[in-house]
């Protein structure tokens, strides 16, 4: 069990990782800090936190665990603001959507303390952000990325995969490398996607007129759309290389099927849509939204077993927490999140 959780950056998912620990019974105080002092007294006031802290480096001082949720923008200063603090045997953990950004800054700033930093990107989230949307199961049935440093202790790392474990996740380990090449393609290539398709309907003359007669498939193509538009910035700044690579092979992929159109090739059309009509009915019928890494992903460790209660593990490796409530979902279940609620990064 952990005496204290920091939790800088006291949003969505900030909130959500106090919540879960709190309700898993595996830290006894929670103190938090947010840019902004309202933020941070009204994660006070919903319960959320324990304690308010005037400061990153207040949050951390007295942690045995610590969560940065701050957009990936911010997380360099956030290092610099707590380096001082982060010892051997504190667990310090990130929610960024990009990895070889947040890694970089990491090694930069904490140097030879980097060893305690154990990256992580939760595949979880909501249409909305901010604190008041924090919610304990958010994690629950999800997946989490951990892209380990070789100056990681194991049994640190094994420490991160068992608190994500607790609050019900599937952690998978990669490189940082390959997760920014998987998630530009899974993920921030589709959110640029839709920002740009939006834009490009209600930026014409009768656009507000053919948005008043859009039925279910707009709304689902353009649901991303809705995201909060200074996280995205951030990750598509950050990972901009790979969503460029992306970009491009989409491109490809357009001007084949616009050739064969013009064309008026229905034949070739109906078979350049044939393939992704029937891949994407295969991922109905398993993880829609959520592949198996393990199946299609880069180079990924699945150490997660849903047969094992995560509860019974963690107690075997830290000692007994006072309560423990794991709410774990089959790996069936796991791999069936429910449609259109989640908005991941
Ligand atoms: P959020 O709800 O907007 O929360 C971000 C929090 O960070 C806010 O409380 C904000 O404080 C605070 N903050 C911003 N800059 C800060 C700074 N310099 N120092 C301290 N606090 C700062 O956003 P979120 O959805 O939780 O996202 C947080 C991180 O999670 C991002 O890095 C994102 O890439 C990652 N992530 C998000 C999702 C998702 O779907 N939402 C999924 C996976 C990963 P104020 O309220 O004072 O501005």
Same mark, same amino acid.
């Given at each position: ?53 005037? *400061? ?31 010892? #051997?045997? =504190? ?13 970089? @800054? ?12 154990? #990256? ?7 249409? =909305? *952000? ?17 892209? #380990?440093?070789?100056?990681?202790? !194991? ?49 014409? &003359? ?81 993880? !829609?939204?959520?592949?198996? &890494? ?11 077993? #849903? *047969?094992? !209660?995560? @509860? ?34």
């Amino acid at each position: 069990m952990f005496n204290q959780l920091g939790v800088i950056g006291c949003g969505l998912m900030g909130g959500s990782f106090a919540l879960a620990l709190k309700r898993a019974g595996l830290v006894k105080r929670v103190v938090g800090y947010s840019k902004s002092p309202s933020t941070t007294e009204r994660a006070r006031k919903l319960g959320v936190i324990d304690v308010a802290a005037e *400061s990153a480096l207040l949050a951390v001082s007295g942690s045995d665990i610590v969560l940065i949720s701050v957009p990936v923008a911010a997380t360099e200063a956030t290092f610099k603001a707590i380096r001082h603090l982060v010892e #051997p045997g =504190m667990l310090v953990m990130d929610v960024g959507s990009t990895k070889r950004d947040v890694v970089d @800054a990491a090694r930069r700033v904490l140097r030879e303390r980097v060893g305690a930093f154990v #990256p992580a990107h939760p595949i979880a989230g909501k249409e =909305m *952000s901010g604190i008041q949307h924090a919610d304990a199961s958010l994690y629950n049935g999800r997946q989490v990325i951990l892209t #380990p440093l070789p100056q990681n202790a !194991p049994e640190l790392v094994q420490k991160a995969t068992d608190v994500w474990s607790a609050i019900g996740t599937q952690v998978l380990k990669m490189t940082a490398e390959n997760h920014d090449a998987a998630f530009a393609a899974v993920s921030h290539l589709p959110h640029l996607l839709a920002f740009a398709y939006f834009s490009s309907v209600v930026n014409q &003359p009768a656009g507000k007129d053919f948005l008043s007669l859009a039925g279910p498939g707009f709304r689902d193509f353009t649901r991303i759309a809705a995201s909060s538009p200074e996280m995205w910035r951030d990750i598509l700044v950050a990972n901009r290389e790979e969503v460029l690579k992306q970009a491009q092979r989409f491109r490809h992929a357009l001007d084949a099927l616009e050739h064969v159109m013009r064309e008026g090739n229905g034949d070739a059309l109906e078979d350049l849509i044939r393939g992704p009509a029937e891949g994407r009915s295969g991922l109905a019928d398993g993880a !829609p939204g959520c592949p198996a &890494p393990a199946r299609q992903g880069p180079a990924t460790h699945a150490v997660h077993s #849903p *047969s094992r !209660p995560a @509860a019974a593990a963690w107690r075997r490796r830290h000692g007994a927490p006072a309560r423990i409530e794991v709410h774990l979902q089959s790996r069936a279940a796991a791999g069936r999140p429910g449609r259109g609620r989640d908005r991941t990064a």
